[in-house]
């Protein structure tokens, strides 16, 4: 069984830091891409925030770079989203998903596993 969970979440004022972790079971942790993905109040995921590759390769949306950093211990098969500077219109609902080595990356719907998603609240 696939698995992916988040953790890491939580309340922080505005210019907190958080960091969120994304442990994942059930896939060959090397054969996937990582991605982080957000839902606030009322919104639509925004697409692929930041992405993480076996290769070390990691993007992250204008929207948050140079904020957040992306990363991923192929050891322990965790990816990790380190979030400063945060803001109030951060606050959402984080999710981590694992898109195969073949599909497009920056294509949510290219997307094989999900995980349940963690809270963040950033309070002004």
């Known amino acids: 069984e696939v698995q992916l969970v988040e953790s890491g979440g939580g309340l922080v004022q505005a210019g907190g830091s958080l960091r969120l972790a994304c442990a994942t079971s059930?896939?060959?942790?090397?054969?996937?891409?990582i991605g982080w993905f957000r839902r606030g109040p009322g919104k639509d995921h925004e697409g692929v925030l930041c992405?993480?590759?076996?290769?070390?390769?990691?993007w992250c949306a204008d929207s948050v770079k140079g904020r957040f950093t992306v990363s991923r211990d192929n050891v322990k098969n965790v990816a990790y989203l380190q979030m400063n500077s945060l803001k109030p219109e951060d606050s959402a609902n984080y999710y981590c998903?694992?898109?195969?080595?073949?599909?497009?990356?920056?294509?949510?719907?290219?997307?094989?596993?999900w995980g349940q998603g963690t809270q963040v609240t950033v309070s002004s």
């Open positions: 998903a694992a898109t195969k080595y073949g599909n497009s990356w920056y294509v949510q719907d290219d997307y094989d596993y």
């Open positions: 059930g896939i060959i942790f090397d054969d996937y891409a």
């Open positions: 992405m993480a590759s076996s290769d070390r390769t990691t």
